[in-house]
């Protein structure tokens, strides 16, 4: 399902290998998804950090090799909290037919962040 323009423009300034990727998820996808975060500065990344929503200041986010992606539910009104291992595995799929090495978030064991996708 095509992603919404807000989608498409926080893509900008992601590599454009983890772009294509996210690209081509987006057309196989039998429900909508969106992507809440691409680049980020390091302006943002230190106040993630003191607000304890990130661990770290070497974030793949810093130089456009992370995504944030969210399954939403049909309506796209919601997240589908429920679908983010599909997302995975699709993102999974994709990333292995382009030839590129994708971490997930998801199987990280201490920070659990499963809506993170970053290049290997
Ligand atoms: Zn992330």
Redesign the pocket.
Known sequence: MELSELSKKRLEGVDERLKAVVMECANRCPFPFNVS?GLRTVEKQREYVKQGK?KTMN???LVGK???LYPLSMDRKVVDWSRFEELAELIFQVASDQNVGIIW?GNWKNSF?K????LR
């Open positions: 975060e990130s974030s793949k986010h992370a995504v944030d978030g962040d809506c993170h996708f970053e």
